[in-house]
């Protein structure tokens, strides 16, 4: 079959703690959240279908009900916040990109299309 994907224990020993425990339902215990989470990793990453998760992470509904629970309840989002707060980041690779694409093809007497002037035909005027 496929390799499995999962957080190392380093990662887990920060994301673990984050995730809400979880309550048995009636007499059955609940499972532990590292193979749920390791589940939910593999599914957004190749985009399969809940059925087609493999039986180490669990049973693919109670994997995929665990998900929507706590897509519903913001677990997610809280992870995200909170893991963002924790990393310190490298600015040294910041970028600004000044790319600029013109809309259409300007003439001297303006912008040929849609009526709008650009900055340099505004500036050409302004010069004459």
């Given at each position: 079959m496929g390799e499995r994907i999962g957080v190392s224990d380093d990662e887990w020993a920060l994301i673990g703690p984050l995730l809400p425990s979880e309550r048995g339902r009636g007499c059955r215990p609940a499972g532990d959240n590292r193979p749920y989470f390791?589940?939910?990793?593999?599914?957004?990453?190749s985009g399969?279908?809940?059925?087609?998760?493999?039986?180490?992470?669990?049973?693919?509904?109670?994997?995929?009900?665990?998900?929507?629970r706590w897509v519903e309840t913001g677990v997610f989002d809280a992870l995200l916040e909170t893991l963002a707060e924790t990393v310190t980041r490298d600015t040294s690779a910041d970028m600004?990109?000044?790319?600029?694409?013109?809309?259409c093809?300007?003439?001297p007497s303006g912008c040929a299309g849609?009526?709008?002037?650009?900055?340099?035909?505004?500036?050409?005027k302004s010069a004459l």
């Open positions: 390791e589940g939910m990793m593999r599914m957004a990453r399969a279908q809940w059925r087609l998760l493999p039986d180490e992470y669990g049973k693919w509904n109670s994997v995929f009900r665990r998900y929507r600004i990109d000044s790319t600029q694409a013109d809309c093809l300007c003439t849609w009526g709008i002037a650009s900055s340099a035909t505004l500036a050409l």
